[in-house]
C-alpha cells in the first residue's frame, strides 16, 4: 500500500542544497538522507575526525553540524597536492515541522556521524476505520 506524503521534512534542504549547485554535494561534509518506518536518518561522513571534535545541535527547527579536522602543517615539506579538507566544517539541515526535534539521537563510528529524527506521532501516518452496513432507509412522509 502506498502512502501519500504532502509535506516532506527536507523539502527546504533540498532547496536549500541544490541553491548551492553541484559543488556543494560531496563537498567537505558529503551526507546521505532516507526514510523507513517514520524515522529519518543523516548519515555524514567526516573521515579522519576525533569524535570529540564533532559538535550537534538543534536550535530553532535547524540540526547543526560542526566538526574539527586536524590540520596537516607540517613545515619541513614541500606539498605537491592538497585535497583533503582542514580546519572548522559546518553543515546545517532545516527539520520539517513533521519532525520531533526534541528526540534526536546521534551516533558516530568509524568515521560516519549518524543523526536519527523520528516523525512525530501526529504527523504520522493515520488508519482510518470505515465501518459496513446496509444504509439506513429514507422514511418519506406523505402530505
Known sequence: MTMLRFADPFDE????????????????????????????????????VDPDKVDLTVEGGVLTVTAESPIDDDANVTWLLRERPSGSHRREVRLGEHLDAGAVAA??????????????EEAKPQKVAISSGTPRE?????A
Open 13 to 48: 534542504m533540498d532547496r536549500l542544497l541544490s541553491s548551492f549547485g553541484g559543488r556543494w554535494r560531496g563537498g567537505i561534509m558529503p551526507v546521505d538522507a532516507y526514510e523507513r518506518d517514520g524515522v529519518y536518518t543523516l548519515r555524514f561522513d567526516l573521515p579522519g
Open 138 to 142: 429514507i422514511a418519506s412522509r406523505s
Open 107 to 120: 551516533s558516530f563510528n568509524n568515521g560516519v556521524l549518524t543523526v536519527t529524527i523520528p516523525m512525530r
